[in-house]
């Protein structure tokens, strides 16, 4: 039997989470074609999005607070990096060193 059987109501509530994870994803779609992409709603809208994945399907909301706080500050470090390391990518591009 599949885990999703076992208990009753628990593919209805990831169903309704895809619900709306799509509902979210057409409403951006409609917003940016009829007002243009604004930056901060579009990030808003992503990140509740995500948030939602993050939680229900990889099933983070079950987890214990410690892991999650844990994992805060890793996932700040490798954006961080990744920003640190991104002005560098374009050099690499033409292979030149940056002007002075």
Known sequence: MNTIE???GLLAKYLIVYAVIL????AQIIF???TGPQLTFMLMVA???ASLAV???MNLAKERTTLVLALI?????VL???NTIWS???RLLTMRPFAK
């Not at 509902?23 to 057409?26: G, N, V």
């Open 55 to 57: 939680l229900f399907f």
């Open 32 to 34: 940016a074609y009829q």
């Open 6 to 8: 076992k208990k009753p």
């Open 47 to 49: 990140f509740i999005q």
């Open 88 to 90: 560098d990518s374009f």
């Open 73 to 77: 500050p890793a996932t700040l470090f």
């Open 80 to 82: 961080f990096m990744l």
């Open 23 to 26: 509902i979210l994803a057409t």
